[in-house]
């Protein structure tokens, strides 16, 4: 089976940087996404690790530790616009192919 | 627009009544997903489309829903016999299967009412 854990909510300051935390465990780990899903909006893809480190892309960087089960998004200089659900989603290899698994979602709230 | 298109947008029916939602894929991707997503919760795994063969459907989705893309272009999904519990948000994604990442893009997907 499969169990991916990341915090319900968190609350960050306009400007402030935010570490979300991502936890999985899993069978044929094939990779690892983060989505941001604004409410009532399609989820748009953020970042992709398949490798151990860390990825950067402009305000928006996301780590991977396979040995760990473990991935964090970090944002920084935090904007409102930035309030809104970060999904992470665990890349399996199956019989049919690729398919990602999501966790809850992190719903962050930024203020001012 | 070449996005991932999903029709209806929104669906209000009765408990009992059959309701069917289109799905149409970004042009050149042959992969094809369907996902259920409620208030508060990630989307969910439903079915997986490889061109025209459904490869995947998950243990939990019931024998009243099924799925077809039988041109291995656009999909429907259809719900026999709706519940109230089917209320959710059905959300549609396409991939091409010779992305490196793999990456799935989302359509704006289809929200069911069950009365």
């Known amino acids: 089976g499969q169990n991916i854990d990341q915090p319900t909510e968190m609350t960050a300051t306009e400007g402030a940087i935010v570490q979300i935390n991502c936890t999985y465990q899993?069978?044929?780990?094939?990779?690892l996404f983060w989505y941001q899903q604004h409410a009532g909006e399609a989820p748009t893809f953020l970042s992709y690790?398949?490798?151990?480190g860390l990825e950067e892309k402009g305000r928006f960087s996301s780590f991977l530790s396979r040995s760990k089960g473990y991935s964090y998004l970090l944002l920084k200089e935090l904007q409102m616009k930035d309030s809104a659900s970060y999904l992470c989603?665990?890349?399996?290899?199956?019989?049919?192919?690729?398919?990602?698994?999501f966790g809850t979602g992190t719903q962050l709230k930024v203020e001012l | 627009d070449t996005g991932v298109s999903q029709n209806p947008r929104h669906k209000i029916t009765k408990r009992g009544q059959n309701v069917t939602f289109r799905c149409d894929p970004i042009?050149?991707?042959?992969?094809l997903y369907w996902y259920r997503q409620t208030l508060g919760q990630g989307p969910e795994f439903l079915t997986y489309?490889?061109?025209?063969?459904?490869?995947?459907k998950s243990r939990l989705l019931s024998d009243r829903f099924s799925a077809e893309r039988p041109k291995g272009s656009f999909s429907t999904l259809e719900i026999q016999r709706t519940e109230q519990g089917d209320s959710a948000m059905y959300l549609c994604?396409?991939?091409?299967?010779?992305?490196?990442?793999?990456?799935?893009?989302f359509g704006e997907g289809s929200r069911l009412t069950v009365l």
């Open positions: 690790n398949v490798l151990d």
């Open positions: 489309f490889q061109n025209e063969a459904q490869l995947e």
């Open positions: 899993t069978s044929g780990f094939n990779g």
């Open positions: 989603a665990v890349k399996r290899l199956t019989g049919g192919g690729n398919k990602l698994t």
């Open positions: 994604a396409s991939s091409f299967g010779r992305s490196i990442t793999g990456e799935l893009f």
């Open positions: 042009s050149e991707h042959n992969r």
